[in-house]
Each structure stands twice: as C-alpha cells, then as structure tokens.
C-alpha cells in the first residue's frame, strides 16, 4: 500500500490501441470490486485520471464513479477521524480497518484529482468530473464518512460541495459554461442552501487574501454561479434533496423556506460588499428589481449598495432607480434627497442610452403625485423642455407628451405655458440649467419657450406635439407607455407607410409638350 498519492499516481503511458486503455480500466474495475485482494489495483485506475488523453481521462473518470459509489455503498471507507497512512503500518490495527483505512485514502486521491479536472482545459473533462463529485457527494449522504451528531448540518457532505464552489468560483479562468451545467443541482434544495454558504466563505477568503482589489473574472464567475440560483416563492416547493434525511425535515435549515431567502440574502451582500468591476454594477442592477429583492427577509439592506450606485451617474444611477422604486414604494425607505438626485439624472444622455424607457418609466410613477411642490415640478419639466432642444425625435416623441403630463397633473405649472410679462421683459431666461439644486434654478419665474421653438420642427410628429400647448390641455393624460419602446427604424417605418395627401402642382393638367394654352411657349410656339 503506498502511503501517499504522490508516490502511488503515475503518467499514463502509451497504449498500443485505442480499446486498449479500457479493457484494462474495466478489468482492474471489475476485479478491484469483486475482491479485497485486488485493492492495490485502484492506482492503475487513478492513473488514467491524469492521462494527456482526454478519452483516457474521461473513461476512468466513469469508472472511478463505479468502484467509489459502490464502495461507499458497501461501506468499506473508513468512517471518522481519518489516521494518516503512516499510522497504518505503525498502529496496531486489524486487517479490516486497514483495508478500510487504505481505501478512504484512495477515495480523497480520487476527489483531488477531479477537483483538478474540473479545471481541465477540455469541456467534456470538466463535466465528467464535476457530475462524478456530485455522484459523490450524494453517496457520502446517504452513507456518511463523518460520525453524525445530529448537528444543523445532518448528514450533508458540507467539505466536498466547498471544494467544489471553489474550482467553480476559477479566479482565472471563465466557468459560466460549466456552471450552466451545474444548475441543475441548483435546483436541489439542499444543495442550493449548500452552495450559498460555500459561495460566501470563498468570496470572503478569496476577496480579503486579495486585499479587496477587484478580480474581474472570478467575481464575474461568482456572478454568473449567483444568478443561476432561484429560491422557491412557496414553503410546499422545498421538496427536492439530493440527499433523503432520516431526521424530520422542519428541523434541518435547507427545507425551510426562510432560511433559503436568509442564505440568498446574505450571500447577496456579501458579493456586493465588495467593489465591483465596472460593468458588472449595470449587469446586477437589471436583475436587482425582480430577481433579488423579491427573495430576500430584509430588502431595505441592498439600500448601501443602491445608494452607492445611484450616485456613481449615467447609465448605473438610472438602473438603480428600480431598486430605489421597490424599496420607496413597497418597504416605506425613506431617501434623502431623492428627487434631487433624480433631478440630476437628466441630461442629454437619457434619450440615448439603452435603458430610456425604463428610466421615463419610473420617472413617470415618481412625479405622479399630486403632493409634489410645484417648484420641484416646475423645475422637471423646464429641465425637460430645455433638453428637448438637442434630443432626437423618438427622445421628443416621448418627452412632449410627459410635459404635458406633468402641467396636467399640476396646474399651478400652467404659468410656464404663457407669460403675457415676458414680451416686455428682457430675452435672458431666467432658468439657471446648471444648478443642481430644484429650488434654486428659478424654474417657475421662466416659461416654456423651448416648446414654442420646437413647433417649428423639422419632423411633423414632433411640431404636432409641440402644438399641443396652443390648445387647453384635456384632462385626460397621454399615454407614454406605446411611445418608450419607439426607435429610429420603427418611426422611419411608420412615415414610409403613411398615406400623404395628393398635392396639385398645376391647375391645368397638360396634355402635352408646349400645348397649354395658358403658357407663353405654348401661345408662341408650336411642335409640327
């Protein structure tokens, strides 16, 4: 019996065939489980887990799930504090334990080396070996290799499923194609519990040993691992264990519905505890809304790490304001200067970037309250109607409509419309854009010029909704929601398709060349 795996593990060599390599696998399995004799037989098998041939690999892959899963099964690995091979030969212990011993040994060889495949440079290899180590981990439930005291763990092989987060959790290598394989255990409530825990230790030791310094790939590994985890919405739902337990399950953790979401929730945190890289804040903030907050105890903790994205500006403020939305909306948060920062979210970027909807969307439910004052409205749609000068027509399409909106819900806005003083004052508008501050720019003491000017645009959708302030506005209010989705293609259609009116270009239809009777060339001229 080698005492090591160091010493008992060799290079595979060459064989003289391509069948070759598996009758002798097959043999030694067969053997290796037909009698103890043979046990010395396991290294030639364990050979091939490191072979150059991934074929080679893959197949002693399988036949290590084989011998293990069968012996766990029959119970031949030691159980308990494992003594090292060394006390083997010194100790004085029967033939049975050593035997056992022996193979307990083997079996953590075993694991080693499919941690280290999963890092194998071959797809197939990965998955062979990732599928195999979860093969293992529901053997070890079902037959332990600890002696149980009925902890809140049960009998649930906590150690091996780290071991396996953490070849996931790759800090150089991108996993989001293996760990899309992985899913499918996720959706086993016991290893998803599991799993959270484990993904928090390794972000924790991984994140502080790194002195906190932003790892792009394996936090974008801890990303992808997160998102393709889904907790129940019901208690009834928590009834798929890899592992049967024998104790009543209202007592374990991972069959508790409450102690799922407190797993999500602080696994969560912990990731975003971190600095993140600079993309990946866009990549959690559109999934924060409906993907997150809905399965967490305690929602109202994600307010640091909204509140940190909401100031960062651009693109990042604007998705964190649906975080912000479900938070002021469902959990009563209370957020100073809201409307402020909201205020500031406006500038020439917002027709333009990809998440325009989705902003005039929730900035349409923000200002939908009739107790807003009328300073803080007025200073929206003046902010609006100035931005409007610069912004494309799909961008005005939408933003006409939201002014009026706005004048509607508040009519002491209604002053912005017409100022009879202002023909008699000078042309210096009094609106000061660059102040952040709503109740300092002078919003109500301007008017909405702006909109008058763009009555002379280019495009006759845009002048037609501009004109909408030389009527009385009707109390019902436009609806937007047809207008966030426009885009450039889509209006472009929409003109082609139209039907434009015949314009006469001559009262006198001519019926041919120089015969009109009311042209000078056809009164003096004639064709013969």
């Not at 060889?109 to 941690?115: A, D, G, I, R």
């Not at 933003?399 to 017409?418: D, G, K, M, Q």
């Not at 139209?498 to 239809?509: K, N």
Request: hydrophobic share 40%; charged share 25%; with cysteine.
């Amino acid at each position: 019996m080698a005492p090591s795996r160091k010493s008992s593990v060799k290079q595979s060599e060459p064989e003289n065939s391509k069948t070759s390599y598996k009758n002798r696998i097959n043999t030694k399995t067969e053997l290796l489980l037909q009698s103890r004799r043979h046990a010395n037989d396991v290294f030639d098998v364990l050979e091939y887990l490191q072979s150059e041939k991934e074929k080679e690999v893959i197949f002693a892959i399988n036949a290590c799930q084989k011998i293990f899963c069968a012996l766990l099964e029959r119970g031949d690995l030691y159980v308990g504090q494992l003594p090292s091979e060394e006390e083997i030969v010194e100790g004085d212990r029967d033939v049975d334990e050593k035997y056992h011993i022996f193979i307990r040994h083997r079996y953590n060889n075993c694991v080693e080396l499919l941690l280290d495949n999963i890092g194998h440079e071959v797809f197939q290899v990965k998955e062979a070996a990732l599928t195999t180590l979860m093969k293992f981990a529901a053997a070890e439930g079902q037959h332990p290799l600890q002696k149980l005291e009925w902890s809140n763990h049960y009998n649930f092989p906590l150690e091996l499923i780290l071991a396996v987060v953490r070849c996931l959790l790759s800090e150089t290598e991108d996993m989001a194609l293996l760990i899309s394989r992985f899913q499918e255990f996720l959706e086993m409530d016991d290893v998803r519990y599991y799993v959270m825990s484990s993904i928090r230790d390794t972000v924790t030791r991984v994140m502080d040993r790194n002195k906190r310094a932003v790892m792009p790939v394996f936090q974008n590994n801890v990303f992808t691992l997160l998102t393709n985890i889904t907790i129940p919405s019901q208690s009834a739902e928590i009834n798929n264990f890899l592992i049967k337990q024998e104790g009543k399950y209202e007592d374990w953790k991972a069959a508790k519905l409450k102690e799922q979401k407190r797993a999500f929730e602080q696994t969560w945190l912990t990731f975003l505890k971190y600095k993140l890289p600079g993309n990946m804040y866009k990549k959690v903030l559109v999934i924060l809304h409906d993907s997150i907050l809905p399965h967490m105890n305690d929602p109202p903790l994600m307010i640091d790490f909204l509140s940190a994205a909401y100031s960062v500006g651009g693109a990042v403020s604007l998705l964190a304001l649906n975080g912000l939305f479900v938070l002021i909306h469902e959990h009563n948060l209370d957020y100073p200067d809201f409307y402020k920062k909201l205020y500031n979210l406006l500038d020439p970027s917002v027709f333009h970037v990809k998440y325009r909807a989705r902003f005039f969307h929730l900035a349409n439910i923000f200002l939908s309250s009739s107790h807003l004052p009328v300073y803080l409205v007025a200073a929206f749609v003046k902010r609006l109607s100035r931005l409007a000068l610069t912004a494309p027509p799909t961008g005005l399409l939408i933003v006409l409509p939201f002014i009026c909106n706005l004048i509607r819900r508040h009519p002491s806005c209604r002053v912005l419309i017409h100022r009879p003083s202002a023909a008699d004052e000078l042309c210096n508008d009094p609106y000061v854009m660059d102040e952040e501050d709503p109740a300092k720019c002078h919003a109500l003491e301007s008017s909405l010029w702006e909109l008058k000017t763009l009555q002379s645009h280019y495009h006759p959708d845009v002048a037609k909704a501009a004109k909408a302030i030389n009527q009385p506005l009707p109390v019902l209010e436009d609806d937007i929601s047809e207008l966030l989705e426009l885009t450039t293609f889509e209006l472009m259609e929409r003109d082609l398709k139209s039907q434009g009116q015949a314009v006469p270009l001559e009262f006198d239809p001519a019926s041919g060349l120089l015969k009109s009777p009311k042209e000078v060339l056809g009164v003096h001229f004639s064709l013969e």
